[in-house]
């Protein structure tokens, strides 16, 4: 039983469209982060949401519109694609607390072309 | 913000041996520093963790040093073993703070050759 779910694992599409990750977590946790690694490993925060609200938003393109219809889902959609958004994407989640660490997803692959 | 360096980027050890990475942070509020293992096509996973309260803390084969003065913290493992290659990440955060982000270091790819 998957904590934290992403899908697609894998995304190629072209440059110029639009398309969404999805990520639920069961944990009951309270915060949901989306993270990007690129090419050289490198892993970056981009957004953070705590009980459906936005908390951190790290100076991502406004292409990039993260979504929490609920505090276990946060969804990520990606409009006009470009060939730099090419990277993997990790979706975690952290509970209240001093407890637990940051549970991550598997991560979506995605490749702009 | 907090800013996470990492070394080395990439370490070869002979099975058997201890490999050793070692991270440095510049926020001095940071109070929670997890290590993260990651296996390819794998997202990174919570391997062991430390607190600002703790000075060292052991799992197995696994320790984790933690010097807040100098603001450095380190990984060792010991008695390595081919299923320990993989890619390592640091990270540190301020445990307590509104968003709670992880800063990450840059990695390091073990190699344990059998």
């Known amino acids: 039983d998957t904590a934290v779910s992403q899908t697609p694992k894998y995304l190629v599409t072209q440059m110029g469209n639009d398309k969404s990750i999805k990520c639920e977590q069961n944990?009951?946790?309270?915060?949901m982060y989306w993270y990007k690694q690129d090419s050289k490993k490198f892993l970056k925060i981009m957004f953070s949401?705590?009980?459906?609200?936005?908390?951190i938003n790290e100076t991502v393109p406004n292409r990039f519109s993260p979504k929490s219809p609920d505090k276990a889902h946060l969804n990520l959609h990606i409009n006009s694609l470009e060939l730099g958004d090419s990277a993997v994407y990790f979706c975690?989640?952290?509970?209240?607390?001093?407890?637990?660490?940051?549970?991550f997803g598997s991560g979506t692959r995605l490749t702009v072309v | 913000g907090e800013n996470v360096e990492q070394h080395p980027s990439t370490l070869s050890v002979q099975e058997g041996d201890s490999a050793v990475i070692k991270c440095t942070y510049s926020?001095?509020?940071?109070?929670?520093f997890p290590w993260y293992k990651q296996e390819l096509g794998k997202g990174p996973q919570l391997i062991i963790d430390?607190?600002?309260?703790?000075g060292e803390k052991k799992d197995q084969r696994i320790a984790v040093t933690l010097n807040k003065t100098a603001k450095h913290f380190s990984l060792h493992i010991t008695e390595t073993q081919p299923e320990d290659s993989a890619v390592y990440f640091c990270?540190?955060?301020?445990?307590?703070?509104?968003?709670?982000?992880?800063?990450f270091g840059g990695g390091t790819r073990v190699l344990v050759k059998p």
């Open positions: 926020d001095s509020a940071s109070n929670y």
């Open positions: 990270a540190a955060s301020i445990r307590q703070a509104a968003g709670n982000k992880l800063t």
């Open positions: 944990l009951g946790h309270d915060t």
């Open positions: 975690a989640s952290l509970g209240r607390g001093l407890e637990g660490g940051y549970t």
């Open positions: 430390i607190r600002s309260n703790v």
């Open positions: 949401y705590n009980n459906k609200e936005l908390i």
